[in-house]
Every structure is written in structure tokens, then in C-alpha cells.
């Protein structure tokens, strides 16, 4: 039994709290069960110097979690003098996500950098700062499609990130801290409205995994996330959001 | 006349949201009108090298802004690969102001980091952190004296502070970002219950002030840090807190 | 039509040149195709700091390319000072994808360090490394039981590597890095001689990509990495590798 | 009884050494009581990033010590790879006093850049900084002046400083090293020629102070700096410097 | 007697493979006894910045070692995030002694680098990586000259270097490890085909050394020089290197 | 000409100002020309982790300019978060140079850090500090030696260094900065009291040189350090140093 009563199959609690940053261009609250992230987008009117003059957007993303996010503080990497290789690999991947459905060359030579920062940890961090990386996108892109009037909506789909993983014998949907640490295979899975794979990140901690494990964590995603994308929806409903990606946008 | 209708000599509204971390020892969430910081007090067994074998604790603090706090985003110190000088200052400042109301010697050789990490940035951040973190630091101390019966309670007054200038003509209470950066004169003050001075930071930012405008900037941060302390007594009231330092302790 | 008139479920030609180092305790030069590794396995008489005291041992790999392993020169990382976040995400694949098939126990409180140094590099250095670092790992472990009379072996499976990737509307076998740039879907996949998953790593580059993807990717890289596990057996044949896994084991 | 038998609130001997380094626009070597401080002002023909565009001028300033000026050898900022917090927190300190009395404006699209390096450190080594930078500025600006024959003179007033504190029960003037470690109140003051202050730091080190304490305090430190720029008018007739603030200036 | 029976003034056999790297402008890969170097160079259209508009170009050297290059172990300069005084030296000897033989001025405003990577170390590895860094620029030169018909051909004359040594009471050419490790006097001489010197540094590792054995040591040095560059000559020959420095050049 | 009349083999003045520091254990201040270096001893009882156990001593240097040593200022090199290549090969220099005429065996687990910090630079910084870290150095170890009664005394032999090189045609002794920037050839040279070598670094800056021009200026070295070695024999004399390395020593 996992705590809280939760079946397998069951996502924990996800709460978004929308628009709350003072400055910047998009932003929401995101908790799902005890992890809590803070994710704001920033848009700039300029791209990276390896992407000027291709008349194209750039999306990026960083991530970070204060302190005392977890159980024992945790030393800041700004003190250290450098990122961790896990904080690395994790806001590589929340970028790469985003932009998978972002159309760059619609977004025009602008960027936007959307921040996650871990307020509290417990499990599913960089699965949770994917989800709400991706309303502070839209909020941001939202307002400058608004703002210059953009001929085509630069976001072609909804965006959701889980993770699932196998413990003792049990394939489990939304891993908390605790599941995590026990599991044997620990997969995280970033979908689009479409039931489309953006990336499948599965590790076998202390063993390999067979195929069948594989085929049955993939399903326990596409459920978890198929139920996110109907919260992000609603939660984008007020701004009119308008998804180009066909059926599952807003206002298509 | 100042934003909202605000007088010359009045706050900002404060809110203190207490115990909100599920790891930490000590936190609170502080909200100064927009300016918002989470602080964090974490306690570990053991004390810095240079402290060691002393039988004394030793209390610091850590500061940071998340990166888009501000209304244009700064990039991480982690990403620069180092603190700024800015930080460092801050830091130093609020680690030394809560040591002079920690009585080392009753802490044991223990220490106590407190994080303050800025959410949100309208001016007075390190003043809030320091009003914060005071509330932080109370809650684990607490604990502390519980858990290990202390024979003393280390904390011995009261702790806040207010920032205080002057722009224009005018002498003004709490200054937010605005006023701040219009100041001729700025001034940061850390004050105990007693009503005693830990930090006196006067700045002629454009041009030198004169003694009688510093006398009238200490009696308005006065004022302000009295009230402060008032709202830090409830919030610490339902944790019986002993202030050893007489009759502005709420248990003495 | 593939280069070399290779067909899409082809592998590029890979050959193992091993024990060349004069020092290390194993060593190969891999070489796929143009992709050029040295594998280097280093076994020190220690662990690092997190797993002393726990009886077991410790496996991890650095990975590193030289300068002009790549078509324009790339600034070394000792001199910028800092790895990137690429590098760092590889190193920590492979040593990952390396202790899935290592019985830390059995190896006793020690550490092995493979180094993967990129002399040319042509696509899939990542994968290269792994299947590489493996030999390394393999001949250093072999020395290390044979020494100290291991009563158990502490490899327990073969482990190889390759990507796959949609490029055009064909599915391929082994990118190189012509391929690989023009690649929407990129996958690399590590598994065991079991056939079993270690790591799994789907990306839509440019666009998601579907369940039916995913499946012919799987099937792809599984004929790679059931043929690359033949030529490791034969590279390893002559130090009468004993591997615990099964019928997979070259011994037994 | 003070050391060398110096009343409360007589200073150390302060001794001036202009004009001593072959290639900088403006130096001193600056010698209060044992501490001993080189300072040199550089001219360039630009200003930061920051500054560009604006027509006016900028004034930094650097801080450092020599690994052996002090009783035990500090190991070298540079070797260490990054600046300490007290080293940013003094350098921001002397530019911030400095820029008081420059009128960027006149200064035009100039920088100025004050090092200070303390050759032997005895206490008070960061006012003895602000009161050597001083006259350092005051040479390079000089000779600006006079090249450029600039409308109006960019140096607006003196300015000194000095450190006072509570030690035991009495008040003293320009602490020392030893007496500065015992002190329970430390403070900066930084005043200028006409009596006005550009900045007031205080400290309780180790308890708080009451405002009595702190109204003494300010009181020989004025006394003090008074005493100092009688010193520095009269190491600065010789160029005939022309202050513009008032009946201070040398040729007002 | 020294290992493998060579006589005090015979060098270790020296292999070069030239042109090795399917992308560098220049390549070799060069053998001395057991020290293995792969030196690639690099040509890009640009110079650095203090090198600019003054049409001349540039050419500079980076060294490093692979971590089992060597017996025990090393860390990774980009792990340790600086290079190691060690490794600056020997690079900015490198570039220092190519320069001695290129006309910077026919060269044009171009830069080459030549990396200098140590896959195995025995002793000699920065007089082997300047033997074989000249070939790997007289390729990259070559290529130049022939592409953008220079009219004056950049290199001037032919370039090696060698280690000889003071071990016991013997004077050693070509030093390996264990020599190298025993030597009381050691001397890195780097000389042209002219038979003049471009560096010699001597240095009296236990004891200072005599002016005859100084001598002596720069004796055996040329002749070791005198040998390599025959074998220089040969590996260049297919490119019908022009060396504008008179009877040494091959079609001079 | 040179400057100042000088003869081609005619040193600048030197002037030695010896045990100038109040806490250092040597000190001097060296001065040849306008070069100007500040020199000092730091005695530990310690050594580093690698000389650990071996019941010797360990001597070391640092080596560091103002920011306005030089013409125009030089960014400090903490602000830079590195050492340059320059500064790391010229404090190993000294460092080496030093050891050479040091018992460490009769120093007994100690560790002396040299630190020579350019005041002022005209050239010949490198070979100003070592002649001047030899006077700390000699300082630093008699009140050792008399302190602990050590019954061999640690310092071998004199040890002073020159430059020398060819300008136009003509070989000079002792360049300043304006002659060493035309020098076609660079050398420097330490040697001890004894007239031995220690170390001999000739560089053609510009070109290749021939072994006569080798020959001369290491004849004209020869008898510029001989006369330095004078000079440091009267300023150590007050202190009666005692030279074990035979004829030269003070009081052998």
C-alpha cells in the first residue's frame, strides 16, 4: 500500500497556482504532492550567439533547488562555484522538452528562459518542473503573441512530463522520494497532448530490465499524463491559449 | 505622496508564514509588500573548522535571489561560477546580526545555517531576510531547547530590521525598490527588543548627509523595527519561545 | 543509400584493439567506423568518500574528446575551466550503464576509474564509449580476481551499446554523425548479453514521435547490441572471462 | 593604557609618501601606525559596460592584502581562485566613498581605478584604504585636469576615514589590530572635508550598543578625520588641487 | 647500462604516422620509446585579439595528458577546473619554439594551434610533442601555402628538441621515465635544422652542474637534434616541404 | 647607449632593505633599478601531504605583481579566478631555484613559503625575486636555526640570478624592461655562491642563436651574479650567516 491510500495507477494531488510572479512573463506554482517548484519564463528580444540571424527563437530552461528542498541541506551550487552534473542533465532536458513543441521560427528571434526552482523535494522534481515549465511558457508566449500580434501561435502542443518506476514487483505511477529511492527501474516519460513521446529516460538502478517492464511503465505514463494535460488545460483555459497541434488545442 | 498612500513613516504591510518547510528545522515565508523571502534554518551537528573543540555553536546564513526576483532576469551565481560581491555582503550581514542575539555558549557545538532566499524583490530584501530569518532561527532553536533540554535558551533577544532614507526632502520608512534607487540617502538598521543597535549601514549614494539627518533616520527605524518586533512576538507566541533578554522576552 | 553502401540495419565495421596501455590495469582502442575511444580502466585500492565503510565497491568513468576529434576544434574543458553539461551527462551514463553489470560486493572496497577519451570523433561516442569501457572494465576486473582469488566474479553480464535513430522516414542502425545531425528521433539504448534494457534514451529532436517508433527503434538497436556482444566475447576469449551471468558467460 | 601610550582619542602617526610609483597617474604609500597600504590610481580612456553612452565618468576601486601583512601568512586570493566576502565587501566600500566626492560628470566618459594593497596590516586597513585612495585620486584627477583642461574640477570635496569602537568600557579612536579584536562595538566612519558623513558602518560584535555609545562614537571619529584631512591638505597643496566644495578646497 | 642495451648517446627508436586525423589540417602521431604524442593542428582564419590588424598571424600550443598516460593515475585538468602550472609551462614552451621557425608575416592573419596529447608518457613527452608538433604544423602550413598560393612559404627552418640528463656520473641523450627520474641535471634543448638553439633550459634538479657539464649536455643534444630532423625530413618529404632556411631545406 | 650610461656589462645599482616586515620571520625589500620586489619568509611547522613522513622540509614560492607594476594595470589575477601561465612557470622558478641550495633533510618537516610581490616592474622581475627570495629566505632560516638549535645549517650556498641577452649586436648584462622587449635573445641564469649553474634558460625570441652567442652571455651572467653574490654576503652578514657550502660561506 503506498502512503496516503494511493493505488498504483494514481498521480498524486497536482495543484497550479497560475500568474504569480510580480515580473515576469509567465510563472505558475506548481506542487504535485510535497514537491513544489517555482517556474517563472522570461522572454528577451534576443537569441544566443549561436543562433543569430536565422531569423529563428531559441527556449531554454535552468534549474535549481534551494537548500533546504530536501531532507539534509544541501550545499548551493552557486557556493560550490559549479553546476552539478545532475542539475546539468536535468535543465538540458526540461529545454530540449520545451522546445519539441515550440515552433522556433514563429517565435521570431526572441528568447525565453523559463526557471525552475525547486522550493521543496519529494520525488519527481524534474518531471513536476517540466509540467509547469511548460504553463510558464505558455503564459509568456501567450502574451507575446498577444503583444506583436504573431501570425502563427509558436506552441503546437501541450507538454507533460511523469515518472514511473518498477518497486519490489510493482510498476508505480508518480514516484514519491521515498518510492524513488527503493526502485529498481526508474523511468521518466515526457509526452505531448497528442500522445506523442518527447523523451523516454528509463535506468535499470541496480539491474537491467526487460521488455515487458518497459511496455508496462510506458502505459502507466500515458495515463498519468493524459490526466496532467486535462489540468494544464484547464489551467490555460482563461488565457484562450490557442494550441496549433490539432484537437487537443484550446481553441483550435 | 508614496505608492498605495503609505506616510512617510509607515511599513509596509508584513505577513509571516511560519513552519512552512516539511524538512527544515526552522522556516518561515515573509512577505514585506512585494517583497518575498523564504527562510530556512538548518541545524547540524557540528561546527565549522575554525570553531571546533571550543564547546560553542556557531550560526550563519546564506543568501540568494532566484533569478527572476527582479524585473529584468539576472543570471544565477551558479551559472557565473561565483558570488557576487553583493551577496557576500548581504550574507556576511545577516549571519553576524542573528550571532549577536545567539548566545554561543548555550547553543553547544552545534550550528545553525539560515537560508534566506528571495522569491520575489521590491527593496529591503536584506532587511526582510534578516526579520525573516530571525523567526526561522527562533523555530529550530526552539526545538533544539526542547530536544536536548538546554539548560539556557540560547536566543537572547529579539531580532529585525528596517531599511530607512531619505529621497527628495523626505525621510522615509521602508523604502521599496522604487524609492530605493530615487535615495540620497540610504540606511540599513538591525535593532534587538531591547531597542538596542547590532547594525548601523548609512550611504551617501549621490552626495554626504549630515548628522542631523542621520539622527533622524536612526529615530525612524526605530519606530519601524518597534512594530516589527511586535508582529514577531505573536508569530512566535505559540511556540512559548523564552527570550532570555528581560522584559521583551514573552516566557521571562 | 547509407554510406559505404550500408544498409539501414547495418552496423558500422567496429574493431578492438586491446591491452595496449603500458599502465592501466585494462585498456582498449575501440573503433567504430570513424569513431575513434581509448578505454582505459584504472583500479585503486580505495573508495570515494560517500561509500566508505560498506564493504563494496565503487565503478564510475570520465569521458573527455580531444580537441580535434571533431570537424572544427572545440575549446578543451581544462581550459574553460569548467565540463559542460554534455560531458557530464555522459559520464554519468556510462558509469551508470557500467555498475549495472558489476556486483559491487563482490568487488570488494575498491574503485575502478574508466576513462573514455575521444581521439576522433564520427557519431554515437557515447554508445562507443560504453561498449569500449566494458573491455576495459573487463580485463581490470579479470587482474583484480585472478590477484586477490575473488571467490566470486564481480561481472555478471556483457554490456554493449548503440543508437538508433529516424532519419528521413527510414529508421537506422548505428548513426554516424552525418546521420545523426539530420536524425529526428535519436535513441541510444544499452543492454545487457541477457538482452536485457540497462538504459533507454529516447529523444524527439525536432518533432515527438510515436509508440510505433519507439518499438522498431528497440528492435533495431537489439540486433546491434546481440552482435556487438559477439565480438566483445571473442575480444575477451583469451583472459577466459568468467562471467556469472548465465549462458551468456564466455566460461560458464 | 594604549599601546606607545596614545590617549582614547588620539590617532596613530600618519604618514604620506606621494607620488612614489614610476607608472601610475596618482599614488601614495600611506602609513598609519603599522599599517602600511600602497595606493595607485589608473586613468583609462574608457568606462564599464554599464556606463557607456552616458557622457560621465566611473570611480572603482580594488583591495588586497599581501599574503604576509599580517601575523600569520594568508593564502593569496589569486591561488584561491576567488575573492573573499570581506575583500568584495571593503572594495565596494572604497569605490562607493570615493564616488561621493567625484562629480562623474565633469570626470566625462573616464574611469578611475584606486588599488589598494595593503603592504603590512595593523588594523584599520580598510579606512586607511579610503584615506590613501583619496589623495591617489586627487593626483590622477589633478593631472587630468590640467591635461584636458577640464571646465570644472571632478573632485567636489575631502575625504577621510577612520575607525572607532568600545573597548572594555572606553571609547577609543583608531583602533589597532589587537585593540580592534577586543573591540565590542566596531565602527567605520567615512566623513568628508566639509563634515558631512558618505558612510557609518557599526558593529556590536559581540552585544549590541545603545545609542548613547554610538552618538560618542561618531563624535572622535569626526574628531579624527578632522585631524586627517588637515594631513591630507597639506600633502596635496604641492599640485595645488582646487576643490570645488566650499571653504575646504585648498584654492576655493 | 640503460635499458634495452642503448648506449649513452643513442636516443629511443622515433615512429611517425603522419596525417592521421580524418578532420585536423596536420596530424602525426609520433612514438619515442614507450611516450606517445598525438599532435594535431588546427588552422582558422582569425588571430587573437591582441594580434589583430597587424597582419601577421599566430601560432600557439595547448599540452595535456590523458589521465593513464601515466603510471599511477591523474586527474583530469577539466575535472580540477585549471591547468597545472606544469602543463601552462610546457604549452607556452611549445608555441614559443614553433614561432622560432614561422614567419608570422607570410603566414597572414591566420592562426594554427597545435594540441599536443599525451596518449601514454615515458619520459620526453614535451620534447617529443615539439618534434612531432612541427610536423603536424608543417602539414597544416603546407596545406595553406598550396590553397591560398603564398608567395613566401611561412616556415623557416626545420624544428626538433630532446632531453639529455646527468644520471650518476654519466651524461644521457634522450632520457625515458626512470632516467629522467634520477637525473641530477636535466636539460630540455629545442634546436633548428641550421643547428642553432631555440631554447635550452638546464636545470640542477638535486645540486647545481658545472659549466662542463653544461657543455657536454648541449653536445649530446645536437647530435640527437641533428638525427630527428633527418627523420623529419624523410616524413615530409612526400609534401615537398619548402623550408625557406637555406641548405637544410628540403628543395631549397 | 644605455640608459643611464650604463656599460653593456654593467649591472643596475641593487639595494637590499632588509627584515622590513613586523610579522614575517625574512624579509627584504630588493631593488634593482625601478624593479622593486617585496620579499618574505613564512616559516610553518608543517609540510605538504606530499613530503609527509619523510622527515624532511619543503620550500616553495609565490609570485605576484601589483596591478600597477607596469605600464599600463594589469587585471589581478584573483579577479581573474586563475593564475596566468607566466606567474605559475615563474613561481616554480623560484621555488626550484631555492630548493637547490637547501638541506631539506637539515630544515627537518618544515615548510617555508617565499612570497615576492612586484611593487614596481622594469624587467627582470623573475631574477630580482629569486635574488631577493634568498635574503628572506637566509633570514627566515637562521632564526630557525638558532631557535632550534639545528645542528646542520640548512642553506648550502649563495644563490643569485641575471639576465642577460643580445640587443641589436650587442650582448648586455641586466636588462631593463625597454631592453628586454627589443632582446633578440632572452636568457636567464641563477648560480650559486660556488659559480655553478642552477638553472639556464635562453629563449630566441625572435630568432634562433648560435652556441657563441650562448657562450657570451653566459660569461657576462657569471659576472653579474658574482657581484650580487657580494652584495647579499654583506647584507647577511650582520647576521652571521653560516654557509656549509665551503670558500663562500660567511663564516665557514
Known amino acids: 500500500m503506498r502512503i496516503n491510500g494511493r493505488g498504483a495507477d494514481e498521480?498524486?494531488?497536482?495543484?497550479?497556482?497560475?500568474?504569480?510572479?510580480?515580473?515576469?512573463?509567465?510563472?505558475?506554482?506548481?506542487?504535485v504532492g510535497d514537491t513544489k517548484v517555482m517556474c517563472t519564463a522570461t522572454v528577451e528580444e534576443k537569441v544566443p550567439m549561436f543562433m543569430k540571424g536565422q531569423g529563428k527563437g531559441w527556449v531554454t530552461a535552468e534549474y535549481a533547488m534551494l537548500p533546504r528542498a530536501t531532507n539534509t541541506r544541501n550545499q548551493r551550487e552557486s557556493a560550490r562555484g559549479k553546476l552539478s552534473g545532475r542539475t546539468?542533465?536535468?535543465?538540458?532536458?526540461?529545454?530540449?522538452?520545451?522546445?519539441?513543441?515550440?515552433?522556433?521560427?514563429?517565435?521570431?528571434?526572441?528568447?525565453?528562459?523559463?526557471?525552475?526552482?525547486?522550493?521543496?523535494a519529494d520525488g519527481g522534481t524534474r518531471t513536476?518542473?517540466?509540467?509547469?515549465?511548460?504553463?510558464?511558457?505558455?503564459?509568456?508566449?501567450?502574451?507575446?503573441?498577444?503583444k506583436h500580434s504573431l501570425p502563427v501561435f509558436p506552441i503546437t502542443d501541450y507538454l507533460a512530463s511523469v515518472s514511473v518506476g518498477v518497486v519490489g514487483e510493482q510498476m508505480l505511477l508518480?514516484?514519491?522520494?521515498?518510492?524513488?529511492?527503493?526502485?529498481?527501474?526508474?523511468?521518466?516519460?515526457?509526452?505531448?497532448?497528442q500522445g506523442q513521446f518527447v523523451e523516454v529516460q528509463g535506468t535499470g538502478e541496480e539491474k537491467p530490465f526487460s521488455r515487458q517492464e518497459l511496455d508496462g511503465l510506458l502505459q502507466l505514463a500515458e495515463k498519468g499524463i493524459r490526466e496532467m494535460i486535462e489540468q494544464q488545460r484547464e489551467a490555460l483555459g482563461p488565457i484562450g491559449l490557442k494550441i496549433s497541434g490539432g484537437e487537443t488545442g484550446a481553441n483550435a
Open 11 to 31: 498521480r498524486r494531488p497536482m495543484k497550479l497556482t497560475v500568474d504569480i510572479n510580480k515580473y515576469a512573463e509567465g510563472s505558475v506554482y506548481i506542487e
Open 88 to 120: 546539468m542533465e536535468i535543465q538540458r532536458l526540461i529545454g530540449r522538452a520545451l522546445r519539441s513543441v515550440v515552433d522556433l521560427q514563429a517565435l521570431g528571434e526572441r528568447s525565453i528562459t523559463v526557471d525552475c526552482d525547486v522550493i521543496q
Open 128 to 146: 513536476t518542473s517540466i509540467t509547469g515549465a511548460f504553463i510558464a511558457l505558455a503564459y509568456a508566449v501567450n502574451k507575446l503573441a498577444v
Open 174 to 193: 508518480d514516484l514519491n522520494y521515498e518510492e524513488d529511492s527503493k526502485a529498481k527501474v526508474d523511468m521518466n516519460v515526457v509526452m505531448t497532448g
